[in-house]
């Protein structure tokens, strides 16, 4: 896909339709204005010298009105994409309240921040709602917060979920929020002609005015009481109908403009999304499942109200749709991937029909068997690598860090860059972090948590390992590869052992030995003294004896070496899997 061609065209047509949209404000603005200052007319006043008299204050009047109400809205829209995400339902994400699929989302928004140039926003997500959706909202990069639905991110790969999070950046970065609250804005104001002559014609007997006239007491105020007589009286009706028809015709105009330079816009986030994630395969792919999940409708009722800032569509299509078809998006993409999926695309666009008549079929879609799986996988290695470190660690205070630290125990990418600054190793060069397995995310996070170094110990690793072990099998292991690559030669005893200690960790539990004793095992009752390689061959021997044997071997120890060498004491207890509580420590055996 040629992406960049893709923005311009986007650009030029959107520029396009921005100036139509102007004109048709002030053409309504201006026939209004025209219509009003006729009325005299029509009742047979004649035409004097001063006609700016009759069309002046209509003009004024409308001018007023449409400015007033189109900065009333424009105020609202500014409070900020929180207010907005809260509107639609949406639940702010901690990376320590955070399941697997929640922190996959976090660091899928932390990645593609970084990608995008711009500061990591908030992250909402809309648990109610099974529809495949994402919203983008705020005024500016540094108010805007990325909201995700709760089907999205169970029924997405993580490359198709980076797609639809990748596409809402390209609306944060192309200043497309700010256009659209702008245009929105506006429409508003326009609107309020017709409003208005809705209220001459009907009066007001809507429930928030009845609400205002209870809360106020507007009977028994003479003002507002008066007010309502004389208008009233009036012969109203005539101008009413004049400016319905009038606001009418040119909000519908309006609108339709809107739609067309939100259809615009999508196109251009589309190519944006591919330009951010380099792919195209992913995006084409959440396209097509939104499809499947097009009738499952957004729980929120204010949904209708923000439809231009949906990744999917939620209106009926048509000149007032804010989202082209999907078959047409999927077509810009890749011409093949269209003509292949046509048939199955053909009748997506009419599952979009008015949120109001699928409010009640919102209902949370099932988990993806892939995201299940990583799910329970996450939380059996989590919890299994718990019990380890509760064995074989004594009891200690909690470790108080900063906060860049404290977010390692809750996340494996934010895990993963604390072990790279643990042992020292250096971030390649910027055009080379996207090869070796390792995402550019956890480059980004080494070299914040640089500005805050601490002393490499057991409990700062054990603090992290947890989190640590969610990663993917490859991801770890081109992490520790990485590590052992950039080992320095010859490593201080401490280094030895912060990465013996390691090993041992993500090593499996060694079964029960059957032996008594073993000449080779021996040499641990010094093994303060012994070299790398002696250690791990004293070791090995050592795995050989039963449980009562390896104690016995290391009660000597126990007396000095926790405190001289605490991360070779720690490393001889998580090898040989003893616990802590059998020499005297404190611990607990849950």
Known sequence: MRFFRRQQQSRRRTVRLVVCYVLALIGTVAITSAGLGSLPFLFGAKVGHSLWWYYLPPALFVCALTIGLSLHRLRELRRGGEAIAKRLGGEALQLADATFAERRLLNVVAETALSAGLPTPPVYLLRRDGSINAFAAGMSPRSAVIGVTQGAINLLTRDELQAIVAHEFSHIRNGDMRLNCSLAAWLHGLQGIASSGRYFLYGRDDEHYLEYRRRKNVDNHPFDNGVEIVMQS??????????????????????????????????????????????????????????????????????????????????????????????????????????????????????ALPSSVHLSFAAPQPMSAEAEEAENLYRQRQALMQARIRRCRPHTPPLQLPADWQAAAYDGEHAAAALLCLFQVPAPPAEYRHHGGISPFVWQQLARLRQHPLLPGAELLEHLLPALVMQEDHVLQALLDQIRRCRPQPATPEQDHLWLLLEAYLAPTPPPGRLAQHPAAEALTRAAELTPEQLYTA??????????????????????????????????????????????????KS
């Not at 290391?554 to 490393?571: E, G, H, I, K, V």
């Open 234 to 351: 009036l012969p109203l009706q005539a101008l009413g109908v004049l400016l319905i028809a009038l606001g009418s015709a040119g909000s519908v105009f309006a609108l339709w403009l809107q739609a067309a330079v939100c259809r615009e816009r999508e196109f251009m986030a589309d190519a944006s999304a591919v330009q951010l994630t380099r792919q195209t395969a992913p995006l084409i792919e959440a396209l097509r499942k939104s499809a499947r999940t097009a009738s499952c409708r957004l729980a929120s009722p204010e949904a209708p109200e923000y439809a231009h800032l949906m990744f999917g569509r939620i209106r009926p299509g048509g000149l007032a749709a804010t989202h082209p078809p999907l078959i047409e998006r999927i077509r810009r993409l890749d011409a093949a991937a269209a003509r292949r999926l046509a048939g199955e695309l053909a009748d997506a666009d009419s599952f």
């Open 539 to 588: 070791v090995n021997a050592a795995l050989l004896l039963t449980d009562p044997a390896k104690t016995a071997l290391l009660r000597p120890l126990a007396a000095t070496l926790p405190a001289n060498s605490p991360l070779l004491w720690r490393y001889l207890c998580v090898r040989l899997d003893v616990g802590a509580w059998h020499f005297g420590l404190a611990g607990s």
